[in-house]
């Protein structure tokens, strides 16, 4: 029977314990072997309202109860620092470095230490250390920027990058306040990294940014290192990732949606991808468009009409100009002896930056079947 309430009276002081942790002003008992999470609370309490100094006993009475735990380590290491016993917290700190990695406080304090000696592989360690526990942590962009200043910070965090930790999605998708310095930074650790880290649907989104910054020499790099499946310059010119039911972004694809516009991505007897287009408008329409990035000079566009009727096919016009213009489309012309291949040739200048090239469709022809655009320098 005692033994019962001796175990009743611990699971209610651990009870409280536990509760002080979470709510500081609860009550809670000092002075028995397991008062850890009241030490630490009232650590806590006493770091805000009278200051780091006042916190160290508190922090040391709790690390009596929980020797092991990087968590009250820190706590103490932390008040040492703010309270000026550097000294101190640089020895406090060394011991929650061997007690594991998912202590935030040690990591940032590592993280600083490295960065003051200059030592970016490790920073960048801690770095991933620290977002790998909580890849949303609110000072992340922060943090990330400060190792990214240098090129050899770049250089770790690309090499830290490759191992695909937690943090590696987020790193190219949530880039929409960044401001164009970060995102140049991001940009350098992304084609520093290489290929096969991001998948294209992730990488869309820093290129998207990249586009809507104006940043479009960049935009095309990082999405031909994770996307581009060819030496063509037009992506997806099989219509192999073509998602109508998706949004647009990057240098996909863009189609109408106009309901006098049928575009549907099928497959031909072989199995082979293709693309199913017809107007029924009663007027000429851009009915398929990608953004291209193109230095000056000459270059060549190829596409294939297989299973259609051969007016049809002649009714196609094509423009690689700075804006949809309709005053720019030319048919094309048959591509040697192949009667379902066809060619036009391009001569752009430096007028614009980036440039559309637009499939365009007169009212009322026949559905055609659309494969195989390619587009390449002469």
Known sequence: MLGLIALAIAALLSGTDRQSKEFPNSPSLMGWPYDTGAARARAISAFVQSGPKSAIGLARRAILSDPISAAPISLLGRSQLQAGQLEAANNTFKVTAQLGWRDAITQIYWLDQAMQAGDMKIAAERLDA??????????????????????????????????????????????????????????DVVLRTGRGVWPCSASSIITQKLIDSNMLAQAQSVWRGNCLASNSLVFDGEFDQLDTTGTTQGFDWEFSRRGDVDIAPTTDSAGNRRLDIEVTAPRTLPVLSQLVVLQAGTYRLTWRTPDTPANA??????????????????????????????????????????????FWLPPRTSPIHLDDVVLQPM
């Open 313 to 358: 096919a002649r009714a196609i016009m094509v423009s690689l100009s700075c804006g949809f213009n309709l005053g720019d489309a030319q048919p094309g012309e048959a591509d040697g002896g192949a009667k379902d291949r066809h060619l036009k040739v391009f001569t752009v200048d430096s007028s614009c930056a980036a440039r559309r090239l637009i």
């Open 130 to 187: 620290l977002l790998r526990q909580n890849p949303d942590d609110e000072n992340r962009n922060k943090f990330l920027a400060i190792v990214s200043a240098t090129p050899e910070g770049r250089a770790a965090l690309a090499q830290r990058l490759k191992a695909v930790p937690t943090w590696t999605d987020v790193y190219v998708r949530d880039v929409k306040d960044l401001p164009t310095e970060d995102l140049a930074q991001r940009v």
